[in-house]
Protein backbone atom coordinates (compact mmCIF):
# COMPACT_ATOMS: atom_id res chain seq x y z
CA UNK A 1 0.00 0.00 0.00
CA UNK A 2 2.54 2.77 0.79
CA UNK A 3 4.34 2.02 -1.76
CA UNK A 4 2.13 3.56 -4.23
CA UNK A 5 0.27 6.21 -1.45
CA UNK A 6 3.77 7.56 -0.34
CA UNK A 7 4.88 7.97 -4.49
CA UNK A 8 1.21 9.71 -5.14
CA UNK A 9 1.16 11.86 -2.14
CA UNK A 10 4.96 13.49 -3.09
CA UNK A 11 4.25 13.27 -7.17
CA UNK A 12 1.00 15.57 -6.08
CA UNK A 13 2.60 18.00 -3.47
CA UNK A 14 5.82 18.80 -5.88
CA UNK A 15 3.37 18.77 -8.72
CA UNK A 16 1.62 21.48 -6.79
CA UNK A 17 4.65 23.33 -5.68
CA UNK A 18 5.37 24.42 -9.41
CA UNK A 19 1.95 24.89 -10.04
CA UNK A 20 1.42 27.18 -7.06
CA UNK A 21 4.43 29.71 -8.38
CA UNK A 22 2.69 30.38 -11.44
CA UNK A 23 -1.23 30.42 -10.32
CA UNK A 24 -0.16 32.34 -6.77
CA UNK A 25 2.17 35.34 -8.95
CA UNK A 26 -1.05 35.46 -11.01
CA UNK A 27 -3.51 35.79 -8.33
CA UNK A 28 -1.37 38.08 -6.65
CA UNK A 29 -1.31 40.68 -9.65
CA UNK A 30 -4.99 40.42 -9.86
CA UNK A 31 -5.62 40.87 -5.94
CA UNK A 32 -4.09 44.38 -6.18
CA UNK A 33 -4.21 45.82 -9.55
CA UNK A 34 -7.76 43.78 -10.59
CA UNK A 35 -6.01 42.87 -14.23
CA UNK A 36 -6.40 39.44 -15.54
CA UNK A 37 -2.82 39.08 -17.27
CA UNK A 38 -3.63 37.00 -20.08
CA UNK A 39 0.51 37.04 -20.35
CA UNK A 40 1.46 35.45 -17.03
CA UNK A 41 2.30 31.85 -19.05
CA UNK A 42 4.67 33.79 -21.12
CA UNK A 43 6.72 34.69 -17.98
CA UNK A 44 6.67 31.19 -16.40
CA UNK A 45 8.52 30.17 -19.97
CA UNK A 46 10.71 33.07 -20.24
CA UNK A 47 12.08 32.48 -16.73
CA UNK A 48 12.47 28.88 -18.04
CA UNK A 49 14.09 29.23 -20.79
CA UNK A 50 16.86 31.82 -19.27
CA UNK A 51 17.77 29.47 -16.63
CA UNK A 52 18.04 26.15 -19.25
CA UNK A 53 20.31 28.72 -21.56
CA UNK A 54 22.21 29.67 -17.72
CA UNK A 55 22.33 25.81 -16.66
CA UNK A 56 23.17 24.86 -20.27
CA UNK A 57 25.92 27.50 -20.20
CA UNK A 58 27.52 26.61 -17.12
CA UNK A 59 27.73 23.06 -17.55
CA UNK A 60 29.33 23.79 -21.40
CA UNK A 61 32.17 25.79 -19.80
CA UNK A 62 32.76 23.12 -17.28
CA UNK A 63 32.09 25.80 -14.48
CA UNK A 64 31.30 24.19 -10.65
CA UNK A 65 28.02 22.58 -11.21
CA UNK A 66 26.71 24.62 -7.87
CA UNK A 67 26.09 27.42 -9.72
CA UNK A 68 22.93 25.90 -11.25
CA UNK A 69 21.12 26.75 -7.82
CA UNK A 70 22.43 30.39 -8.28
CA UNK A 71 21.13 30.45 -11.63
CA UNK A 72 17.95 28.98 -11.15
CA UNK A 73 17.20 32.34 -8.50
CA UNK A 74 19.04 34.91 -10.28
CA UNK A 75 16.67 33.77 -13.67
CA UNK A 76 13.80 34.65 -11.91
CA UNK A 77 15.21 38.25 -10.14
CA UNK A 78 16.44 38.89 -13.81
CA UNK A 79 13.02 38.61 -15.51
CA UNK A 80 11.46 40.08 -12.58
CA UNK A 81 13.56 43.08 -13.02
CA UNK A 82 13.65 43.44 -16.90
CA UNK A 83 10.12 42.83 -17.41
CA UNK A 84 8.08 43.72 -14.48
CA UNK A 85 8.57 47.29 -14.48
CA UNK A 86 8.46 47.70 -18.44
CA UNK A 87 5.35 46.08 -18.68
CA UNK A 88 3.27 47.38 -15.78
CA UNK A 89 4.88 51.58 -16.86
CA UNK A 90 4.23 50.85 -20.58
CA UNK A 91 1.14 48.47 -21.08
CA UNK A 92 -0.71 46.93 -17.69
CA UNK A 93 -1.17 50.91 -16.53
CA UNK A 94 -2.97 51.88 -19.36
CA UNK A 95 -5.46 48.89 -18.44
CA UNK A 96 -6.32 49.92 -15.13
CA UNK A 97 -10.14 50.59 -14.59
CA UNK A 98 -10.84 49.08 -18.22
CA UNK A 99 -13.38 46.02 -18.60
CA UNK A 100 -12.40 42.63 -18.44
CA UNK A 101 -12.74 42.12 -21.72
CA UNK A 102 -10.05 44.71 -22.90
CA UNK A 103 -7.61 43.61 -20.18
CA UNK A 104 -8.00 40.35 -21.75
CA UNK A 105 -7.49 41.78 -25.03
CA UNK A 106 -4.29 43.65 -24.35
CA UNK A 107 -2.54 41.11 -22.57
CA UNK A 108 -3.27 38.48 -24.74
CA UNK A 109 -1.41 40.65 -27.26
CA UNK A 110 1.16 41.30 -24.96
CA UNK A 111 1.41 37.01 -24.57
CA UNK A 112 1.30 36.55 -28.65
CA UNK A 113 4.56 39.03 -28.52
CA UNK A 114 6.21 37.50 -25.93
CA UNK A 115 5.65 33.83 -27.58
CA UNK A 116 7.28 35.26 -30.23
CA UNK A 117 10.22 37.14 -28.95
CA UNK A 118 10.68 33.68 -27.21
CA UNK A 119 11.30 31.99 -30.83
CA UNK A 120 13.55 34.01 -32.32
CA UNK A 121 15.69 34.42 -29.06
CA UNK A 122 15.67 30.95 -28.30
CA UNK A 123 14.95 29.31 -31.12
CA UNK A 124 12.08 26.22 -31.36
CA UNK A 125 14.25 23.47 -29.81
CA UNK A 126 13.64 21.62 -26.46
CA UNK A 127 15.93 23.41 -23.44
CA UNK A 128 17.23 20.72 -20.56
CA UNK A 129 19.49 20.26 -18.19
CA UNK A 130 19.03 18.80 -14.62
CA UNK A 131 22.11 19.44 -12.79
CA UNK A 132 20.60 20.83 -9.74
CA UNK A 133 18.66 17.69 -9.65
CA UNK A 134 21.00 15.30 -10.16
CA UNK A 135 23.53 17.15 -7.82
CA UNK A 136 20.51 16.48 -4.60
CA UNK A 137 20.18 13.07 -5.22
CA UNK A 138 17.68 10.85 -3.97
CA UNK A 139 16.20 9.75 -0.76
CA UNK A 140 14.35 6.53 0.69
CA UNK A 141 10.83 7.39 2.09
CA UNK A 142 8.69 4.53 2.86
CA UNK A 143 10.77 2.22 0.81
CA UNK A 144 10.45 4.38 -2.44
CA UNK A 145 13.21 5.67 -3.97
CA UNK A 146 12.27 9.82 -4.22
CA UNK A 147 14.08 12.48 -5.65
CA UNK A 148 15.24 14.89 -3.38
CA UNK A 149 15.02 17.96 -5.72
CA UNK A 150 11.05 17.25 -5.64
CA UNK A 151 11.47 17.41 -2.20
CA UNK A 152 12.76 21.00 -2.02
CA UNK A 153 10.36 22.35 -4.36
CA UNK A 154 7.56 21.16 -1.79
CA UNK A 155 9.76 23.19 0.63
CA UNK A 156 10.15 26.18 -1.16
CA UNK A 157 6.32 26.17 -1.88
CA UNK A 158 5.32 26.42 1.45
CA UNK A 159 7.96 29.03 2.11
CA UNK A 160 6.50 31.21 0.10
CA UNK A 161 3.16 30.65 1.26
CA UNK A 162 4.74 31.48 4.87
CA UNK A 163 6.46 34.54 3.61
CA UNK A 164 3.61 36.34 1.21
CA UNK A 165 1.53 36.36 4.88
CA UNK A 166 4.52 37.84 6.75
CA UNK A 167 5.06 40.41 3.70
CA UNK A 168 1.30 41.33 3.65
CA UNK A 169 0.10 41.02 7.33
CA UNK A 170 3.76 42.11 8.93
CA UNK A 171 5.40 45.13 6.69
CA UNK A 172 4.59 48.17 5.86
CA UNK A 173 4.68 47.13 2.27
CA UNK A 174 2.22 44.41 2.93
CA UNK A 175 -0.09 47.12 5.05
CA UNK A 176 0.60 49.65 2.30
CA UNK A 177 -0.71 46.81 -0.43
CA UNK A 178 -3.79 45.94 1.80
CA UNK A 179 -5.04 49.90 1.82
CA UNK A 180 -4.57 49.38 -2.24
CA UNK A 181 -6.25 46.47 -2.58
CA UNK A 182 -9.51 47.99 -0.01
CA UNK A 183 -9.71 50.91 -1.44
CA UNK A 184 -7.37 52.49 -4.00
CA UNK A 185 -8.62 56.09 -4.67
CA UNK A 186 -8.78 56.65 -1.15
CA UNK A 187 -5.13 55.41 -0.54
CA UNK A 188 -4.32 57.57 -3.12
CA UNK A 189 -5.76 60.45 -1.06
CA UNK A 190 -4.11 60.22 2.04
CA UNK A 191 -0.64 60.25 0.21
CA UNK A 192 -0.28 56.80 -1.01
CA UNK A 193 1.99 56.42 -4.34
CA UNK A 194 -0.21 53.12 -5.72
CA UNK A 195 1.84 53.75 -9.07
CA UNK A 196 5.25 52.48 -7.19
CA UNK A 197 2.66 49.56 -5.40
CA UNK A 198 1.33 48.69 -8.81
CA UNK A 199 5.03 48.22 -10.30
CA UNK A 200 6.18 46.16 -7.07
CA UNK A 201 2.88 43.80 -6.85
CA UNK A 202 3.14 43.17 -10.60
CA UNK A 203 7.23 42.64 -10.23
CA UNK A 204 6.80 40.58 -7.33
CA UNK A 205 3.88 38.37 -9.32
CA UNK A 206 6.67 38.34 -12.61
CA UNK A 207 9.27 37.20 -10.17
CA UNK A 208 7.18 34.10 -8.62
CA UNK A 209 6.11 32.66 -12.32
CA UNK A 210 9.54 33.06 -13.73
CA UNK A 211 10.54 31.21 -10.84
CA UNK A 212 8.70 28.04 -11.06
CA UNK A 213 9.46 28.26 -14.81
CA UNK A 214 13.09 28.17 -13.61
CA UNK A 215 12.61 25.35 -10.52
CA UNK A 216 10.81 23.08 -13.52
CA UNK A 217 13.62 23.26 -15.89
CA UNK A 218 15.76 20.27 -14.40
CA UNK A 219 12.67 18.22 -13.81
CA UNK A 220 10.56 18.42 -17.49
CA UNK A 221 12.59 21.20 -19.42
CA UNK A 222 10.78 23.78 -21.04
CA UNK A 223 9.90 23.86 -25.00
CA UNK A 224 7.53 25.97 -27.44
CA UNK A 225 3.92 25.81 -26.17
CA UNK A 226 4.95 25.57 -22.30
CA UNK A 227 3.73 29.49 -21.79
CA UNK A 228 0.54 28.76 -23.22
CA UNK A 229 0.08 25.24 -20.99
CA UNK A 230 1.00 27.19 -17.97
CA UNK A 231 -1.16 29.89 -18.52
CA UNK A 232 -4.50 27.69 -18.60
CA UNK A 233 -3.35 25.81 -15.49
CA UNK A 234 -2.82 28.45 -14.05
CA UNK A 235 -6.11 30.44 -14.35
CA UNK A 236 -8.31 26.90 -13.90
CA UNK A 237 -6.48 26.93 -10.33
CA UNK A 238 -7.27 30.75 -9.61
CA UNK A 239 -10.31 29.76 -10.30
CA UNK A 240 -10.97 27.11 -8.15
CA UNK A 241 -8.97 29.04 -5.34
CA UNK A 242 -10.86 32.56 -6.24
CA UNK A 243 -9.23 35.26 -8.22
CA UNK A 244 -7.09 37.03 -5.80
CA UNK A 245 -6.85 34.68 -3.15
CA UNK A 246 -3.55 33.64 -1.93
CA UNK A 247 -4.86 30.57 0.83
CA UNK A 248 -7.29 29.74 -2.45
CA UNK A 249 -4.45 29.02 -4.68
CA UNK A 250 -2.14 27.09 -2.67
CA UNK A 251 -5.35 25.15 -1.77
CA UNK A 252 -6.73 24.98 -5.29
CA UNK A 253 -2.68 23.76 -6.02
CA UNK A 254 -2.79 20.80 -4.30
CA UNK A 255 -6.32 19.89 -5.86
CA UNK A 256 -4.80 20.20 -9.57
CA UNK A 257 -1.65 18.44 -9.05
CA UNK A 258 -3.32 15.27 -7.10
CA UNK A 259 -6.18 15.20 -9.52
CA UNK A 260 -3.22 15.50 -12.03
CA UNK A 261 -1.00 13.24 -10.45
CA UNK A 262 -4.10 10.41 -9.90
CA UNK A 263 -4.75 10.48 -13.56
CA UNK A 264 -1.34 9.74 -14.68
CA UNK A 265 -1.37 6.91 -11.94
CA UNK A 266 -4.31 5.53 -12.70
CA UNK A 267 -5.92 6.90 -15.94
CA UNK A 268 -3.16 8.36 -18.02
CA UNK A 269 -6.20 9.05 -20.94
CA UNK A 270 -7.07 11.84 -18.36
CA UNK A 271 -4.32 13.62 -17.76
CA UNK A 272 -4.70 16.70 -19.67
CA UNK A 273 -8.25 16.89 -18.46
CA UNK A 274 -8.45 16.62 -15.10
CA UNK A 275 -7.47 20.10 -13.94
CA UNK A 276 -9.98 21.68 -15.52
CA UNK A 277 -13.05 18.61 -14.73
CA UNK A 278 -11.75 19.34 -11.22
CA UNK A 279 -12.45 22.99 -11.54
CA UNK A 280 -16.06 22.41 -13.20
CA UNK A 281 -16.82 20.52 -10.22
CA UNK A 282 -16.20 23.51 -8.12
CA UNK A 283 -17.03 26.28 -9.82
CA UNK A 284 -20.56 24.33 -10.26
CA UNK A 285 -20.73 24.26 -6.25
CA UNK A 286 -18.83 27.33 -5.63
CA UNK A 287 -19.21 29.76 -8.66
CA UNK A 288 -16.62 32.05 -7.25
CA UNK A 289 -14.16 29.52 -6.68
CA UNK A 290 -13.39 28.19 -3.32
CA UNK A 291 -12.53 31.10 -1.12
CA UNK A 292 -13.99 33.80 -3.34
CA UNK A 293 -16.97 35.72 -2.95
CA UNK A 294 -19.37 38.41 -4.61
CA UNK A 295 -18.22 41.81 -4.22
CA UNK A 296 -19.77 44.98 -5.10
CA UNK A 297 -18.33 46.51 -7.84
CA UNK A 298 -17.64 50.61 -8.15
CA UNK A 299 -18.91 51.97 -11.48
Given at each position: MSNTVIPLLLDSL?????????AVGLTLVFSVLRVLNVAHGSLYSIGAYVAASICLFIVSRQLSPYLSFVALLFSAVFVAALFGPLIERTLIRWTYGKSEAVQILITFGLFLILEDVQRMVFGVQSLYEDA???LLGTSLIGGVVYLNYQIVLIGMAILVIIGLRLLIRHTRLGRLITAVVADREMAQSIGIDT??????AFSLGVFLAALG????VPTSGVAPGLGADTMVLAFAVAAIGGLGQIEGAAIASLIVGFVRVLAIYYVPAL???APYAAMLIVLLIRPYGLFGSVTARRI
Amino acid sequence: MSNTVIPLLLDSLASAALIFFAAVGLTLVFSVLRVLNVAHGSLYSIGAYVAASICLFIVSRQLSPYLSFVALLFSAVFVAALFGPLIERTLIRWTYGKSEAVQILITFGLFLILEDVQRMVFGVQSLYEDAPMRLLGTSLIGGVVYLNYQIVLIGMAILVIIGLRLLIRHTRLGRLITAVVADREMAQSIGIDTNRIFILAFSLGVFLAALGGALAVPTSGVAPGLGADTMVLAFAVAAIGGLGQIEGAAIASLIVGFVRVLAIYYVPALDAVAPYAAMLIVLLIRPYGLFGSVTARRI
